[in-house]
């Protein structure tokens, strides 16, 4: 069965250090893989999604950049975090091909302080 | 601009009443259906989705939304809510040009008083 792993599950950072948040997939191949930002009563908003390898579309401009160095890992990146980027960090799967709706992982806790 | 509206951002109920909660979505063309719930300390799951057919669907738990294409809305009903029922939930429209993203509403926060 496919699984997610998302981690760590909870992370503070001061402000101006980088940022390594890591997702992989299991059980599937050439998944399409979301990153979310979910902020208290903003609901979830699409950060990056990728499609393939090295294939990274960006939603919305910001402080944060993603990577997909293989078929199942994607990864959100910062070279230097600011207070804004506090919040809760989800990654999430889909199929590649007929949609079905996203799986989730657990999420991360980012905490910029 | 192009985006899905939850109109209620936290609704509290007594256990036995009915719940309805709102989703409206501004996107043309086709699109698919979804509606995620978020229970305390847990990652978000799929509560019911609507592809075609019946715009009558069923989920899990008791729960169903009803798909009015003219209104351009996804509400999701419980005939009788539950103290197990307080969660976060979450509408989501994916628009069929849009490949597999899904657009996210605000969220509606809800809270059953046993």
């Given at each position: 069965s496919q699984t997610i792993h998302q981690w760590p599950a909870t992370l503070v950072q001061p402000v101006g250090s980088p940022l390594s948040l890591e997702c992989t997939v299991e059980g599937t191949s050439n998944p399409n893989l979301y990153w979310y930002r979910q902020a208290a009563g903003r609901g979830l908003q699409l950060l990056f999604y990728s499609v393939g390898i090295g294939q990274i579309s960006s939603e919305v401009p910001q402080n944060l950049s993603a990577s997909r160095p293989q078929d199942r890992q994607f990864i959100l990146s910062s070279k230097k975090l600011l207070l804004s980027d506090s919040g809760f960090y989800l990654c999430a799967w889909s199929t590649n091909g007929p949609f079905y709706g996203y799986t989730f992982g657990s999420g991360t806790r980012l905490t910029v302080v | 601009a192009q985006s899905v509206s939850q109109h209620n951002h936290h609704v509290i109920l007594s256990e036995a009443a009915s719940l309805e909660l709102g989703c409206n979505y501004s996107y043309g063309g086709t699109v698919n259906l979804f509606w995620y719930v978020q229970y305390?300390?847990?990652?978000?799951?799929?509560?019911?989705?609507?592809?075609?057919?019946?715009?009558?669907?069923?989920?899990?738990?008791?729960?169903?939304?009803?798909?009015?294409?003219?209104?351009?809305?996804?509400?999701?009903?419980?005939?009788?809510?539950?103290?197990?029922?307080?969660?976060?939930?979450?509408?989501?429209?994916?628009?069929?040009?849009?490949?597999?993203?899904?657009?996210?509403?605000?969220?509606?926060?809800?809270s059953v008083k046993p």
């Open positions: - | 305390p300390g847990q990652h978000l799951q799929l509560l019911l989705k609507y592809f075609s057919g019946d715009p009558l669907v069923k989920g899990i738990k008791g729960f169903e939304a009803e798909f009015i294409k003219s209104k351009f809305s996804f509400n999701l009903r419980k005939p009788s809510v539950q103290w197990s029922d307080t969660a976060e939930y979450f509408c989501a429209v994916n628009p069929n040009n849009q490949g597999g993203k899904l657009i996210f509403g605000q969220g509606t926060e809800l």
